[in-house]
């Protein structure tokens, strides 16, 4: 009996774990899976690969030659589908997006490319800043980054430069300002 129950525990966890991020479009069930990469340090226009993982917060009054750029790697499959085999949702876009505590909310620059050839989609060169809010990746299929138009993916909330009292503190801000 007892080992009944850690295996259905694990087979749970197993279904978890395939899908990480669940969209819904044209009545079907996909899967989205998000991998944090390296971010980017900007010098003279230019971008190059840091040392450090992201997402990264940027506190307020760091110079931006020590800002930090996120980046983010995205990959979509049907729902169930064992082999995780990587699909194409016409336009299917990603892009970052912050809700504010005093109830405005913004995007912010981002470049996002993808397709490849293994189906990664990768959104980059985004700099987080810090405020009083909560910053999201919403997905939508429309040319533009509208809270209408698009859905939320996933709350930004284990950026790699806090503590995991800061941490923490986000989360439970973000469960406030969900939309
Ligand atoms: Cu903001």
């Not at 930004?156 to 969900?178: D, G, H, P, R, Y």
Request: a negative charge.
């Amino acid at each position: 009996m007892k080992y009944l129950a850690i295996l259905l525990m694990m087979m749970t966890l197993k279904a978890t774990a395939d899908c990480p991020y669940t969209i819904n479009w044209k009545a079907q069930s996909y899967c989205v899976s998000l991998e944090w990469l390296n971010g980017e340090a900007k010098s003279r226009g230019k971008f190059s690969d840091v040392n450090e993982l992201s997402p990264y917060l940027i506190s307020m009054g760091m110079s931006p030659n020590q800002w930090v750029y996120s980046q983010v790697a995205a990959k979509v499959w049907v729902a169930g589908e064992k082999e995780q085999t990587p699909v194409v949702i016409p336009g299917f876009r990603i892009f970052p997006y912050m809700m504010m505590s005093n109830g405005h909310h913004h995007s912010t620059r981002y470049d996002y490319v993808g397709p490849d050839q293994d189906g990664t989609y990768l959104l980059r060169r985004m700099a987080f800043h810090k405020m009083r809010g909560c910053w999201s990746l919403r997905w939508t299929t429309a040319d533009e980054d509208l809270l209408d138009s698009s859905a939320e993916l996933a709350q930004i909330t284990e950026f790699v430069n806090l503590s995991e009292a800061e941490q923490k503190s986000i989360k439970e801000l973000c469960q406030t300002l969900s939309l």
